[in-house]
């Protein structure tokens, strides 16, 4: 019986126990949450196993609460930071090293849209970062030694210009009279240095009929245009993958040309020729600006040389510098390297074929229908004027012979004054070849330096 008493006893107490415990579990979360209370509640198992996956859960709880606010701080100053460092690179190192290029381009749009235009030398304009683009526009500013105001109305001008010709047309589907420009233009294309080094010949001395070449000169501007046109796109400025110098140093968009003045009279030009002459200066100086290498004037009579001096007192340093007289045309070749010399024509030193056999040119067409309209248009005016004649006007036709044989005889009974005007202009002829007096000589050369000026002009 003694050893039953201790039995009885310890249910009595458990349940105390179990209150306690009951107790301490309904405290355990409150001890969770305070990791300093903790201690107190490991005193039972039951309190472990509960705290340890609420506790578990708080850890989970606590990075994500954390994570959120890292996260959101960065993303708000990352775009303020990157924008400066992005605009950097958008200005190409040109734009700054090129004085005035970069206000051309923030003119360019407004340019383009006023001329509703947008083709320059094959080249389709677009922004700062086109390179053939900036060549083009490199030009234009070079062309007017850094005036920005300059450059644009040049710019506006040469793209109203060719919208309204289409000189690109002039090559494509222009046909040219053969009679009045057959013999005048040429165009032949050399390599050089992994690039094409194109030439452009005028022969002046080749012009048969005075009037009829230079009679129309519009006609004549649009001939000369088309001739240019095709040796700009042998230059590809289109295909340009670097930008050029602006002082022009470094510039292989350029191209040589050779007028051959051989026979040509530099004295009293014809009225046809000058007029024709300033309508091209006034064409090629805005619309094809800084395209010129060199000029090279060959078969200029020696006399004449003074004049290429007389230039530097009216044209920049820049224009003369390209400027190159020779007199005598064959010795043409000796300017170039041995390769190229090689391939000029053999009429000026070279070993090439000549122009009319192998050069390029514009499309050409005989005049034949012109004339054969011309021939019908005559014949019917010779038949109106002898059938349509009155009968009242025969005596007039009768005494027609009576009056010309009395001119005769007039000119039989006065022979010195018919020969008198005969010899003033050989007289004149003479003065101007050997030289007389300094009047004379003075009254010449202002004339040349009048008639050279357009030359110059065109050479820009």
Known sequence: MSDQKPVEQVPAAEPEKLQEAAVVASEAPEASDKPSETPAAATTETTDKEAEPKAEEAVHDTPAKVEEPVNDAPVAPEPEAAKPEEQKPEQ????????????LFEQLPKILNETSYNEMWGVQLKDSEDVPTVNVLIKFLRANEGNVQGAQDQLRKALEWRKKTDPLALVESGRYSATKYGGLGYLTTYEQDGRPLVFTWNI????????????DSDEFVKWRAALMELAVQDLKMKDATEVIDYDGEKDPYQMIQVHDYLNVKFLRM????RAATKKTIDVFSTAYPELLREKFF??????????????KLFLSRNTTRKFHPISNGANLA???????AD?????????????????????????????????????????????AAPADEKPVTEEAPKEEA???????????KAEAPKEEPVKEEVHVQVGATNTEQTTEKEVLKEEIKPVAEEAK
Do not use: C, H
């Open 298 to 311: 060959v078969n200029v009579p020696t006399i004449m040389g003074w004049m290429f001096s007389a230039m």
């Open 270 to 273: 014809d009225p046809a020729v």
């Open 343 to 387: 391939k000029i024509p053999k009429t000026y030193g070279g070993k090439g074929a000549e122009l009319k056999d192998e050069a390029r040119t514009v499309q050409l067409v005989e005049d034949k229908v012109e004339k054969e309209d011309k021939k019908d248009e005559a014949k019917p005016v010779e038949a109106t004027e002898e059938t």
């Open 406 to 416: 009395a001119k005769e005889e007039t000119a039989k009974e006065e022979p010195v």
């Open 92 to 103: 190409p190192a040109y734009l700054t090293k090129i004085p005035g290029l970069a206000q």
């Open 204 to 215: 002046y001395g080749a012009v048969k009929d005075v009037s009829a070449t230079f009679g």
């Open 334 to 340: 000796r300017e170039f390297p041995a390769a190229i």
